[in-house]
């Protein structure tokens, strides 16, 4: 395509100018641990790794227009396999971590192999009857999976036990997958994808695949929730079946959409947003799920497009 | 199975059926999945265990439920849901927000213990049925279940109501267009159906006791029996319900490993190849 | 004058003696005592929880928040009977809240998760609730204690002595499954089949089950002397019901796990529960007066009849503070808290008896045979009919010997094959 005006040019992808905001949200993120306590530290390590599953889920919510009530069980299987990797089988954690995101990746394909031909609300309750299933093996599965009790281990490479230390690992991995997934919504495949969030059946006719496209992007995403699950279990040590249970998805969801479907990067505003809320709400209550409620209600009604959205909204129309 | 199971199987579809046709009135015509379905059966129930202690009436607990669970599916539509309207991820998701308050709310008012709804004297101890001794309380629950199938039967089949609600499942703009006052009917189905939940949750407080996880459990066997029976279909919801309380006391005797699974496989796969359910119509 | 009045008096004659002693002036300045407490304030066992915080406060209002001098600061975190929250607020208590030591817990799960976190972190936790074996048996950690707990087939070993003086010969086991349900019919199994009774059937099914017919139908056909019931909770409200409307109650005796009888459950239960008989350390309506006292100034408090949860509480932070006055104070010297509470004998115990701990860190009791009747104002309470003395975890077998045999599990209950 030849261009009338000219492209500003790219690094890796992105402009001069978010180059320049990239460093200085990283460079930011990375000094945090000097000046917050280590509880703080261990709190912003759960908001990069909940951001990364929130990421997750809006590349099928945002990019390919289905919303998956599936992905907490995608994100806790990693975590079962990484520590049973660990505990169990010996692995050294390199492995354990490879080993949770190809489980995660191989039950996201099962996953999409059944839900890729439907959209909206079957695929909400698709994906929920899915994660349950995951979550009634986790839960029986007692031999293999310490069922109820779930299973404990020391997961995290002797290097990285202090919180700092751990911080940094994550916020460098968190880095890498963020930039990741980001290239790959921007790609070719990431714009077909919008278009089958626009129109199925546009895409149908222009020839697209709509199904093929479906399955891979949400083997991606699965890919990338495997990523937080074995962060998640390496950050507690410890896994058990409401790691995979319906809660953990609804709670993706919901910090996907406090930060804003389809903007991506939303996620860690949500994932930060909504940590952030319950450490506040619950020093002084033990009614944090209905400020949950309520905040969930809150956000349909007033904000739908979360946190971010609502800024570019306000931004675009300042820009008029 | 043996006669004691099946009566057991069915007893418990009985209960699915009340509270799930509620929910698939609600599914059909409004196009609303109400995730709040099963903290109203919860909530229904504590209210209709609070009215039915107090008055030592059954009949008036059952009145009670039904009536405060209307009045909070009237707040929950008119209040809320309306401000999302045609958006089913928001409505969807707002009505799970609503389910988290309710149930915390019903925390904070009745605390975490168990409670039993007290059941009426006259259905108290068992009877000999086909050769086994039968709790006579599951049995008036059975014979409920068939009761409000009938009387919805006759409300779709053979009133005006009826018969705009299947109409406007099937297509709810061309019934507005025809000058009906679409909105009325969708209100008045979202009462009903909230209503229902109310009744199943007093009716299911008697036997199987009301508790705080009470809400997410008979809420995901109604999705279960909404899904494989199909959206917006009374017969659908019966052999929903049917199939989904026979096979959930069979999979507790013979397979109590794969409990979920029995459940949840066979709706992932119609889910997968066929959405519409057993029943279903598209829309 | 009871030990009790003892130690108070002592301890306020030692304050108001020794002001102007060094040790006390450097105690004043420490600051307060910090205790976590986690219990689980939402979610399934929610009505658990609000009692073991209940338990704990009713001793501080007792000793009026004042510990070997020392205020006490007790903060309240809910685990929300869900492990992952269990191990955020354990981390809140330890990194944020710089408290000395934790104590609560109420599910199994939660509290395998928080020990092994404060197995990184060596803050000293106590279980009193807590009954998966292995924390004090095979896994054992050594900053866990189990003050005023037990472990779960500690009381059912001796329950199944008393099953077969009783002449039964044939009992079938229904309990959830799990761990903690594993162990307590593998104590009853093992004792009451090496007796040379038979254990015809065992059902498990899973937590929350809330139809129980499946298996009532079943349980009626066996030919059996007894049916003991391992249940909790919900489950334990619902079993009772359905056993009782199903026509099985007065037709077979039913035996229940503690937590079955507790009044936690039986509260809201009518005639029911009437006659359920259970082993446990604690029967509330005991006529020894220590007891009688501290069920007294319990229901007079919080309007209920105490149940397990505030008992195990109560009787686990006075372990705690009774350690804690050996120590004047010094809550900072872990491994010397973690010892002195380990060689402590509580003397203060509601259940009027003084009880230490045997060398695996777990408290010997004597196990109370108790049966459900019905007080005078209506309401249902346990009464012991008779008692075991002096049970350990191990009951009459040596520690080392039963240690070699495998864990209770699904698969695994003792039986012995005749």
């Given at each position: 395509m030849t261009q009338a005006t000219s492209q500003p040019s790219k690094i890796a992808g992105m402009t001069g100018r978010a180059v320049i905001v990239a460093l200085a949200v990283l460079t930011a993120a990375a000094a945090l641990p000097l000046v917050l306590t280590n509880y703080q530290v261990g709190l912003a390590t759960e908001m990069l790794i909940f951001g990364v599953l929130a990421m997750s889920i809006d590349i099928l919510a945002g990019f390919a227009g289905r919303t998956s009530l599936g992905h907490g069980a995608i994100f806790g299987v990693s975590g079962y396999v990484v520590v049973y990797a660990s505990a169990q089988a010996g692995l050294p954690p390199a492995m354990a971590f490879a080993l949770g995101v190809i489980a995660a990746s191989l039950v996201a394909v099962i996953f999409a192999l059944l839900a890729v031909r439907t959209s909206g609300v079957y695929f909400l309750l698709l994906t929920l009857a899915l994660g349950m299933i995951v979550w009634g093996i986790c839960l029986r599965w007692t031999q293999v999976t310490g069922g109820e009790n779930g299973m404990r281990g020391d997961v995290r490479p002797a290097l990285l036990v202090t919180h700092r230390a751990f911080y940094w690992a994550v916020l460098a991995g968190v880095t890498a997958v963020s930039y990741a997934m980001w290239r790959f919504v921007r790609s070719p495949f990431g714009l077909t994808l919008l278009g089958i969030r626009d129109s199925e059946s546009r895409m149908r006719s222009l020839g697209y695949n709509v199904s093929l496209h479906l399955f891979i992007g949400f083997t991606v995403s699965g890919f990338f929730a495997g990523i937080a699950g074995a962060l998640y279990a390496m950050f507690n040590n410890f896994v058990s079946p409401s790691t995979v249970a319906?809660?953990?998805?609804?709670?993706?969801?919901?910090?996907?959409?406090?930060?804003?479907?389809?903007?991506?990067?939303?996620?860690?505003?949500?994932?930060?947003?909504?940590?952030?809320?319950?450490?506040?709400?619950?020093?002084?209550?033990e009614r944090w799920q209905m400020v949950l409620g309520i905040t969930f209600i809150l956000i349909m009604i007033f904000a739908p497009e979360g946190i971010i959205g609502t800024l570019r909204a306000i931004l675009t129309r300042k820009q008029r | 199975m043996n006669t004691f199971q099946l009566f057991n199987g069915l007893t418990f579809a009985a209960l699915l059926f009340v509270v799930a046709s509620g929910f698939t009135l609600i599914f059909g015509l409004l196009r609303i999945v109400n995730l709040a379905h099963g903290a109203l059966y919860l909530f229904g129930g504590y209210i209709g265990f609070a009215v039915a202690t107090k008055t030592g009436s059954f009949v008036l607990g059952g009145l009670g439920a039904m009536a405060a669970m209307a009045a909070i599916g009237f707040v929950l539509d008119q209040g809320l849901l309306r401000f999302v309207r045609g958006h089913d991820l928001r409505q969807v998701l707002l009505t799970l927000g609503f389910a988290f308050v309710l149930n915390d709310l019903a925390l904070v008012i009745w605390g975490g213990d168990s409670f039993t709804v007290p059941i009426p004297q006259v259905l108290r101890g068992g009877l000999r049925v086909f050769g086994v001794f039968y709790p006579t309380y599951r049995l008036f629950v059975l014979a409920t279940g068939i009761?409000?199938?009938?009387?919805?039967?006759?409300?779709?089949?053979?009133?005006?109501?009826?018969?705009?609600?299947?109409?406007?499942?099937?297509?709810?703009?061309?019934?507005?267009?025809?000058?009906?006052?679409?909105?009325?009917?969708?209100?008045?189905?979202?009462l009903l159906g909230s209503a229902l939940a109310g009744l199943g949750g007093l009716m299911g407080g008697a036997f199987l006791s009301l508790y705080p996880s009470a809400d997410a459990e008979i809420l995901v066997f109604s999705l279960a029996v909404v899904i494989?029976?199909?959206?917006?279909?009374?017969i659908g919801v019966g052999v929903g319900s049917l199939l989904v309380g026979l096979l959930n006391t069979l999979g507790q005797v013979m397979f109590p490993e794969l409990a979920y699974f029995v459940i949840f496989g066979p709706m992932a796969v119609l889910l997968a190849f066929r959405p519409l359910g057993l029943f279903g119509r598209a829309a | 004058m009871n030990r009790r009045l003892f130690l108070k008096t002592s301890t306020a004659a030692l304050a108001a003696?020794?002001?102007?002693?060094?040790?006390?002036?450097?105690?004043?300045?420490?600051?307060?005592?910090k205790i976590g407490l986690l219990a689980p304030l939402t979610g399934v066992v929610a009505s658990g929880g609000k009692e073991m915080v209940e338990g704990v406060q009713f001793y501080l209002d007792q000793v009026k928040s004042e510990i070997a001098g020392r205020k006490v600061e007790l903060v309240i975190e809910d685990d929300a009977s869900n492990p992952d929250t269990a191990l955020q607020k354990a981390r809140r208590l330890v990194e944020q809240g710089n408290c000395h030591m934790l104590i609560g817990d109420l599910l199994a799960?939660?509290?395998?998760?928080?020990?092994?976190?404060?197995?990184?972190?060596?803050?000293?936790?106590?279980?009193?609730?807590?009954?998966?074996?292995?924390?004090?048996?095979r896994q054992r950690i050594k900053n866990v204690i189990r003050v005023a707990g037990y472990s779960a087939s500690a009381f059912t070993h001796p329950f199944g002595d008393w099953a077969l003086k009783q002449g039964y010969k044939k009992i079938a086991t229904i309990s959830q499954d799990y761990t903690f349900g594993h162990e307590q019919c593998g104590g009853l199994s093992q004792v009451f089949t090496e007796g040379g009774g038979e254990i015809v059937q065992q059902f498990w099914h899973p937590l929350n089950t809330a139809d129980f017919s499946p298996y009532l139908g079943q349980l009626a056909d066996l030919k059996v002397d007894a049916i003991f019931a391992m249940e909790t909770g919900a489950d334990a409200t619902r079993f009772i019901q359905q056993y009782a409307s199903f026509g099985l109650k007065g037709k077979i005796p039913l035996l229940g796990a503690m937590n079955a009888t507790d009044q936690s459950v039986i509260r809201t239960l009518g005639e029911e529960c009437d006659g359920i008989i259970a082993a446990a350390h604690f029967a509330e309506g005991s006529d020894n007066p220590v007891t009688q006292k501290f069920t007294k100034e319990y229901e007079a408090k919080y309007g209920k009849i105490p149940s397990l949860y505030g008992f195990s509480m109560y009787s686990g932070i006075m372990w705690v503070a009774e350690a804690l006055e050996k120590l004047g104070g010094k809550v900072e010297d872990r491994e010397l808290l973690i010892d002195t509470v380990l060689k402590t004998e509580l003397v203060g115990s509601p259940l009027g008896k003084t009880v230490k701990l045997d060398s695996y860190g777990n408290p010997i009791y004597d196990v109370q045979i108790r049966k459900v009747v019905k007080r005078a104002d209506g309401k249902y309470w346990n009464v012991p009919v008779t008692s075991y003395p002096n049970v350990s975890q191990f009951w009459k077998y040596d520690p080392e010997t039963y240690m070699k045999q495998p864990p209770y599990s699904r698969t695994f209950q003792g039986i012995k094959k005749t």
């Open positions: 319906l809660a953990q998805s609804v709670e993706g969801v919901l910090m996907m959409i406090a930060g804003g479907v389809g903007t991506l990067f939303g996620g860690f505003v949500g994932a930060a947003a909504i940590i952030a809320l319950e450490n506040a709400v619950s020093a002084y209550t | 009761v409000v199938f009938a009387t919805l039967w006759v409300l779709l089949n053979h009133t005006r109501l009826g018969a705009l609600i299947r109409a406007g499942v099937d297509d709810a703009e061309m019934v507005e267009a025809s000058g009906v006052n679409i909105g009325r009917v969708f209100l008045v189905t979202f494989i029976g199909g959206r917006g279909s009374l | 003696g020794t002001a102007g002693a060094p040790w006390r002036g450097a105690l004043a300045q420490a600051g307060p005592i799960n939660t509290g395998l998760a928080v020990a092994n976190y404060v197995k990184g972190t060596g803050t000293p936790y106590f279980i009193p609730i807590i009954a998966a074996d292995d924390l004090t048996q």
